[in-house]
């Protein structure tokens, strides 16, 4: 029997909704395919985006989708993918597999898109190889109400209104693809980018999000926020769980061991140091007024391609142990929800940890798209602590947490997430609940052997069950029996 204490006394804050985001770049079939598609596809969609692909987003309440890249951004010049589709220039994906970029889906295409998502767009501009003017343009065409030239040429392309784009992103990965920079320069290169991002109506603000550091660079983070800090709202961080030897010889997405599995867990977690190092960074950068935020852009599991698929598309499956790292990564993310207000999982379909595989007219939902259903609750809920007796989990170097927990409370809802490490042994375990009592409490779970995952043959092989629990003591407890390797999400009525 284990323990779980949760306190409704002590809180970090509200849970910034973006925490659930997604990012969604021009690589592989992400967009084209997994987004996009053209009528001769035959595949529903309502101007040009799936349907399927757009209610089950819908269905996770996707808050946010960042655009378009990744290493892409800072090779894409926007002007090519706007006005009559028959003369945008058609360009070389040179990053990802060297395809044709026909540009079919650009700037309006995206922005309709979050409309029918109903998410804040995302937008990343293009430093490496852009100029300041065209970014300044890019955020007058989506942002000015009044007369311009930028907004006289979005009306000429039929679109009347601004959409007030919030998010605005300095470059990516300026330190790697996005130009191979010295932390001084990209610092000084973000200064003059942000001078020319400019706000054109007071009631939507834009925020600025500077490009931070790759891992574990703590000096990246520093001289960016030291210097560029006054200037944005926000660094980015990006953390890839990557298992296997190193970076050429990756493990791959269905076939591991269990001591692999216990590698990409211990990988996993050192992004809570790294973030933890971050925010130091920050608070020491930030001046009382202006506290700058930490926003994990790029994060998730990088496994070999799947055999047979172009190495340059970054197609992976995605098992239970996929929806276990989530998981943990949303429970880590959750609890410095004082800082971290936004992040955005790599990437939405068929890249990378996908929530979503398409292939022609059929969608599988994968175990991360299950945890991000399982999680949803925990959007703008106050976050509370929580606390897992665990035990370590030993396989050779590899020493890892058997519990992990987070929770929250909202419209009188307390939801507890908690993740069974553990991929051989079930864990009973025991809430206790300060603060709170509960009337009533339900549970749903993601569990099965940490190799399961869903194809297009045995779309729902992995899916949410309901599980039983116990409220005890007198409203003051709840009692669970969490499956080997599971994640469960437990909901109780607060009295
Ligand atoms: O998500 C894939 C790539 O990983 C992104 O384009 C880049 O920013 C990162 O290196």
Redesign the pocket.
Known sequence: MAHIVVNTKKSKGTINKNIYGQ?A?H?GRCIYEGVFVKEEDGIPNVNGMRCDVVNALKNIKVPVIRWP????ADTYHWMDGIGAKENRKKIVNT?WGGVTEDNSFGTHEFLELCKQVGCEPYICGNVGSGTVQEMSDWVEYCNMGGVSPMAELRRSNGHDEPWNVKYWGIG??NW??GGNMTPEYYADECERYSTFVRNYDNDHPVYKIACGANAADYNWAKVVAEKAGPFVDALSL?Y?TVPGPDWFNKGKATEFTVSEYYETVKKTLFLGEIMDNNISILKQASKPEHQLKLIVD?WGNWFAVEPGTNPGF?YQQNTIRDGIIAALNLNMFQDRCDTVVMANI??MIN??QAMILTEGPKMVLTPTYHVYDLYKDHMDARQVESYAETEDLVDGDNVIPSLSVSSSEKDGKLTITVVNVDPAKEAEIDIILGGVKVSDASARTLAGDIHDHNTFDDPEKVTLKALDVTVTDGGAGIKVKLPAGSVTSITATEI
Do not use: R
């Open positions: 990012f770049e690589l890249g990744g290493c892409f990053n990516n990965e790697g693809c990006h890839y790029e970054l790599a990437q890249v990378l």
